[in-house]
């Protein structure tokens, strides 16, 4: 290339001389010559204004000059941050790859994405999430348009066709063989009464009178979720567990797994029954308290072992196949303890004014007095530690010192059972393995109201219903994913110490105290809760603007905080504009 077709430019050139720097702007002009870029010198702008300066440098780089003082006009601002974190966590956690099953499709799996970011940042409704989504960047980053709220609803459909796929991407990405999952039941009130999954049935959520539905969650040992399935509102514990353990096997392809449940989901009978259906699944539960109380009166289990360890292993003819370990946590029995002696102080209150007015004369009907004591003692539920006597006219009671002491020398005991061999897992291994069901709780709760409105459930379709579910458990996964990632600017402890034992109550680091208390991080960060970290990159947008009576339109992205960087930082993403 000659010096007739050479390109110009401004230069800023520094130089030192001594402990000074000097600065100067040239005008040149490039050009190659012989093979090598050769420079010329056309001027030395050094002593124009700077803004004549950056004018030229722009005019030079066939960029539109703007007059300072222009009128601008800022066409339209959209969230960024928040959308754009979860996005690039997506893909980098694999939740993109998981999604993308129907490569046909290239529509319904970005929408669906769509609809998972959206729900765990906003926690509304379909029609809201699709006027929020509207005042964000991530359906122009995606390449969609949407042009209504069906096309949610289209994406719901889709969902619910491909939802083992996906489940099974998820699985076998978080899981091995032999790998520990936990399962759980809870249930979700329904509006409206023409869903046939819809029944009457133990609410979970303290809802009498509602139609619910029920759902099972299956996590990892951590608390990820990785699958769910929803059941009418009335099945029990044991049939939705019988369904989920068969489905694992058959649609997952999942040879051998170890199932942590709490002690409703073990009954006898659905361990008889597990064991018919396959008896190559091993599990981890807890015993009922009616169980103990059996194993401590044959003496199986003597509590006097518990002064030299707080657990110990037996086996018992009734539960043949099971390793029991007895565990005592005194953090838990002072609890109890101290539990039993409020509530039994609540009721000799109330039943003190029944008392009263049996004697005043205003209660002589043996039937009316029970009512009244029955009612008083209900939300007590310390019936079985009070003996009453009614009768025409009078009515009188005691505790029962024999039940509270027989019941207070079980306080923090617990027994755990499993089939899982000695040789695999330890009885201190096993009792971790039970308690990480709180994790599971954890996600119950996210999904219901911390993070995401899995209820009210507004869809009236059976597989609109289950879809909504799924949605909410896929927002629930990517949310748990985040929280881990970005616990460096949250409350959450980073380091959580090892407990003493396994049956010993967690404690919290030293590091998580600190943070809490000072509301900073070990780096002089902001510490803030989850939902306000969201809150903060949310204000992270990107604007379309131009200059009045310019055709020309450009972006630019609001000034990133340093929390915002850091955040971006900690997923290992970059701020893109």
């Given at each position: 290339?000659?010096?007739?077709?050479?390109?110009?430019?401004?230069?800023?050139?520094?130089?030192?001389?001594g402990?000074?720097?000097?600065?100067?702007?040239?005008?040149?002009?490039?050009?190659?010559q012989?093979?090598?870029?050769?420079?010329?010198?056309?001027?030395?702008?050094?002593?124009?204004?700077?803004?004549?300066?950056?004018?030229?440098?722009?005019?030079?780089?066939n960029?539109?000059?703007?007059?300072?003082?222009?009128d601008?006009?800022?066409?339209?601002?959209?969230?960024?941050?928040?959308?754009?974190?979860?996005?690039?966590?997506?893909?980098?956690?694999?939740?993109?790859?998981?999604?993308?099953?129907?490569?046909?499709?290239?529509?319904?799996?970005?929408?669906?994405?769509?609809?998972i970011?959206?729900?765990?940042?906003?926690?509304?409704?379909?029609?809201?999430?699709?006027?929020?989504?509207?005042?964000?960047?991530?359906?122009?980053?995606?390449g969609?348009?949407?042009?209504?709220?069906?096309?949610?609803?289209?994406?719901?459909?889709?969902?619910?066709?491909?939802?083992?796929?996906?489940?099974?991407?998820?699985?076998?990405?978080?899981?091995?063989?032999?790998?520990?999952?936990?399962?759980?039941?809870?249930?979700?009130?329904?509006?409206?009464?023409?869903?046939?999954?819809?029944?009457?049935?133990?609410?979970?959520?303290?809802?009498?009178?509602?139609?619910?539905?029920?759902?099972?969650?299956?996590?990892?040992?951590?608390?990820?979720?990785?699958?769910?399935?929803?059941?009418?509102?009335?099945?029990?514990?044991?049939?939705?567990?019988?369904?989920?353990?068969?489905?694992?096997?058959?649609?997952?392809?999942?040879?051998?797994?170890?199932?942590?449940?709490?002690?409703?989901?073990?009954?006898?009978?659905?361990?008889?029954?597990?064991?018919?259906?396959?008896?190559?699944?091993?599990?981890?539960?807890?015993?009922?308290?009616?169980?103990?109380?059996?194993?401590?009166?044959?003496?199986?289990?003597?509590?006097?072992?518990?002064?030299?360890?707080?657990?110990f292993?037996?086996?018992?003819?009734?539960?043949p196949?099971?390793?029991?370990?007895a565990?005592r946590?005194?953090?838990?029995?002072?609890?109890?303890?101290?539990?039993?002696?409020?509530?039994?102080?609540?009721?000799?209150?109330?039943?003190?004014?029944?008392?009263?007015?049996?004697?005043?004369?205003?209660?002589?009907?043996?039937?009316?007095?029970?009512?009244r004591?029955?009612?008083?003692?209900?939300?007590?539920?310390?019936?079985?530690?009070?003996?009453?006597?009614?009768?025409?006219?009078?009515?009188?009671?005691?505790?029962?010192?024999?039940a509270?002491?027989?019941?207070?020398?079980?306080?923090g005991?617990?027994?755990?059972?499993t089939?899982?061999?000695?040789?695999?897992?330890?009885?201190?291994?096993?009792?971790?393995?039970?308690?990480?069901?709180?994790?599971?709780?954890?996600?119950?709760?996210?999904?219901?109201?911390?993070?995401?409105?899995?209820?009210?459930?507004?869809?009236?379709?059976?597989?609109?219903?289950?879809?909504?579910?799924?949605?909410?458990?896929?927002?629930?996964?990517?949310?748990?994913?985040?929280?881990?990632?970005?616990?460096?600017?949250?409350?959450?402890?980073?380091?959580?110490?090892?407990?003493?034992s396994?049956?010993?109550?967690?404690?919290?680091?030293?590091?998580?105290?600190?943070?809490a208390?000072?509301?900073?991080?070990?780096?002089?960060?902001?510490?803030?809760?989850?939902?306000?970290?969201?809150?903060?990159?949310?204000?992270?947008?990107?604007?379309?603007?131009?200059?009045?009576?310019?055709?020309?339109?450009?972006?630019?992205?609001?000034?990133?905080?340093?929390?915002?960087?850091?955040?971006?930082?900690?997923?290992?993403?970059?701020?893109?504009?």
């Amino acid at each position: 290339m000659g010096r007739d077709n050479a390109s110009m430019h401004v230069s800023h050139i520094v130089s030192r001389r001594g402990e000074k720097e000097y600065h100067s702007w040239l005008v040149r002009r490039s050009y190659r010559q012989d093979g090598k870029v050769k420079h010329e010198t056309i001027a030395n702008v050094s002593k124009l204004p700077k803004e004549a300066i950056e004018a030229l440098s722009l005019a030079l780089s066939n960029k539109p000059v703007i007059e300072a003082g222009a009128d601008f006009e800022i066409l339209g601002s959209k969230r960024h941050g928040a959308v754009s974190l979860l996005h690039a966590l997506a893909k980098s956690e694999g939740l993109v790859r998981a999604l993308d099953v129907d490569t046909r499709d290239r529509v319904h799996p970005r929408l669906a994405l769509a609809m998972i970011i959206a729900q765990a940042i906003k926690r509304s409704s379909k029609l809201a999430m699709t006027k929020y989504l509207l005042t964000t960047t991530l359906l122009e980053d995606l390449g969609i348009s949407v042009s209504g709220v069906d096309d949610y609803y289209e994406t719901l459909d889709w969902l619910r066709r491909h939802q083992n796929a996906i489940e099974s991407r998820l699985i076998r990405a978080h899981t091995k063989t032999g790998s520990m999952l936990l399962y759980d039941l809870s249930s979700s009130y329904m509006e409206g009464t023409k869903c046939p999954l819809s029944h009457y049935g133990y609410s979970r959520d303290k809802k009498q009178g509602k139609l619910q539905i029920e759902y099972g969650v299956v996590a990892t040992p951590e608390g990820l979720p990785l699958a769910v399935r929803v059941f009418p509102g009335n099945t029990s514990d044991l049939a939705s567990f019988r369904s989920v353990t068969e489905e694992l096997k058959k649609t997952h392809n999942l040879t051998r797994i170890v199932i942590v449940g709490d002690r409703g989901m073990f009954s006898t009978t659905n361990i008889e029954e597990l064991n018919k259906l396959d008896p190559s699944y091993l599990y981890v539960s807890a015993l009922r308290s009616s169980q103990i109380r059996r194993l401590v009166g044959d003496g199986s289990i003597q509590l006097g072992l518990f002064d030299e360890s707080d657990l110990f292993e037996i086996t018992h003819p009734d539960y043949p196949g099971e390793r029991l370990i007895a565990c005592r946590n005194e953090a838990l029995g002072h609890k109890r303890h101290n539990e039993r002696h409020k509530l039994l102080e609540v009721a000799t209150k109330r039943l003190e004014k029944v008392k009263a007015q049996v004697v005043a004369g205003r209660l002589r009907d043996p039937f009316a007095i029970g009512r009244r004591v029955e009612k008083a003692l209900a939300s007590t539920k310390m019936a079985k530690h009070i003996i009453t006597e009614i009768a025409e006219g009078a009515f009188d009671f005691r505790l029962d010192d024999d039940a509270i002491a027989a019941e207070a020398a079980l306080d923090g005991i617990y027994v755990i059972r499993t089939t899982l061999p000695k040789e695999g897992a330890s009885a201190s291994d096993v009792v971790g393995y039970y308690k990480n069901l709180a994790n599971l709780e954890r996600v119950f709760r996210s999904m219901k109201s911390i993070d995401i409105n899995v209820r009210p459930i507004r869809h009236y379709l059976e597989d609109r219903v289950r879809a909504h579910v799924f949605a909410c458990m896929l927002s629930a996964h990517l949310l748990h994913i985040a929280r881990e990632r970005l616990s460096e600017l949250t409350f959450r402890d980073e380091e959580p110490p090892q407990p003493s034992s396994p049956v010993a109550k967690k404690v919290v680091s030293t590091s998580a105290k600190a943070k809490a208390a000072s509301k900073v991080n070990r780096n002089g960060q902001e510490v803030m809760s989850f939902r306000t970290l969201l809150s903060e990159l949310d204000t992270l947008e990107r604007t379309t603007c131009r200059v009045k009576g310019c055709a020309v339109t450009f972006t630019k992205m609001t000034t990133h905080t340093p929390l915002q960087q850091r955040a971006f930082e900690l997923i290992g993403a970059k701020l893109s504009v």
